[in-house]
């Protein structure tokens, strides 16, 4: 166990609708992270925060959005979503960005029919 | 954009044999990272070198790093079925915080 919590672990919705992704960090952690992973992408980098703050971004669509929230928790937003956005989604923590590993959670895979 | 690329795509090999995997990269780092991933669960981080290290072990893991020529190898020692998985490597760039991973190397212990 990783102590990064995601949830939830499956999800199906259908194209056009909205989905909230959720992640609990390891305990002291302040930074988390935001992947999303598929079969022809692979582990694509969306955003990260550090304490509340948004530090990095990736390639993430306009109709995504996330935020890390005081007590450090984060959320991704998923919108209008197609058939493509169908993939694995990974939180990860840290607690020192650039100088340790990264823990990732379980994931949420996301089915969009 | 992946700033690794592994090496090989995959690979097959019989149990208590070695088993290497090449990364390079393109950007100046911070350090360079190795994670494990079973099909389809969280990965799991494995080793972590800094950009002014050069070796570095863990249990039956053996990391190298050349910064010179962007490059990174791992080699698993005496593999077992356990160590079928896939492998990545991650770059912390030195302009920002970003993890980036390859699309990772598919290791596949035989029996």
């Known amino acids: 166990d990783s102590g990064v919590t995601q949830t939830p672990k499956h999800l199906i919705t259908a194209t056009g609708q909205r989905v909230t992704l959720r992640c609990s960090p390891r305990?002291?952690?302040?930074?988390v992270y935001w992947y999303q992973q598929s079969l022809d992408q692979g582990l694509q980098f969306l955003i990260q925060y550090y304490n509340g703050e948004e530090r990095a971004k990736g390639n993430i669509l306009e109709r995504f959005s996330a935020q890390q929230f005081p007590d450090l928790h984060s959320e991704l937003n998923l919108s209008s979503l197609e058939l493509g956005d169908s993939a694995l989604y990974f939180c990860a923590s840290s607690v020192t960005p650039g100088q340790t590993g990264a823990f990732f959670g379980q994931g949420t895979r996301l089915t969009v029919v | 954009s992946q700033q690794g690329e592994e090496d090989p795509q995959a690979l097959s090999i019989q149990e208590g044999e070695n088993a290497t995997m090449n990364c390079s990269y393109k950007t100046s780092i911070n350090n360079l990272q190795w994670y494990r991933q079973n099909s389809g669960r969280g990965l799991v981080h494995l080793i972590l070198i800094r950009s002014n290290e050069r070796e570095k072990h863990s249990g039956r893991l053996r990391v190298t790093l050349d910064t010179s020529k962007k490059s990174s190898s791992l080699l698993i020692t005496a593999s077992r079925a356990a160590d079928t998985a896939s492998y990545f490597c991650?770059?912390?760039?030195?302009?920002?915080?970003?993890?980036?991973f390859g699309k990772g190397t598919r290791l596949h212990i035989l029996p």
């Open positions: 991650a770059t912390d760039a030195n302009r920002d915080d970003k993890i980036i």
């Open positions: 305990s002291g952690d302040l930074s």
